[in-house]
C-alpha cells in the first residue's frame, strides 16, 4: 500500500466530509465526500494510475471502493483510515 500511496500517477481520495478534512488533512489528496461519488465518477474512471480512497478510520473508503468497483473503476484499494494513509506517506 505504501507504494500505491506514494506513486505520483495514484489518485489519493479522502471520502470524508469537508469539516472533517478541514481538521486534518493529508497532502496530495482530493477530497471527494462518498456522497459525491456517482457526480465524480468521470474522475476516478479517468485517473491516470490506481485509485486509493480513506477516510477516518477505513468504513466509508471500504464502501466507495465496492461502489466504484460496480461502476466500472477496477483499480481502486482501500487505503483505511487517513492516520494509516499519513504514517504510509513519504
Known amino acids: 500500500m505504501q507504494e500505491l500511496i506514494n506513486d505520483p500517477k495514484t489518485f489519493l ?3 470524508r466530509e469537508p469539516a472533517e478534512v478541514a481538521e486534518v488533512e493529508v497532502p496530495g489528496a482530493v477530497n471527494i ?15 491516470e494510475g490506481a485509485v486509493v480512497v480513506f477516510c477516518r ?5 471500504e464502501n466507495a471502493k465496492n461502489w466504484l468497483k460496480q461502476n466500472g473503476v477496477t ?15 513519504n
Not at 57 to 61: A, N, V
Open 13 to 15: 481520495v479522502d471520502v
Open 75 to 89: 483499480d481502486v484499494h482501500n487505503g483505511g483510515g487517513y492516520p494509516d494513509v499519513l504514517r504510509l506517506k
Open 33 to 47: 465526500p462518498l456522497g459525491t461519488l456517482p457526480d465524480n465518477l468521470d474522475q476516478f474512471k479517468n485517473a
Open 57 to 61: 478510520s477505513g468504513g466509508r473508503s
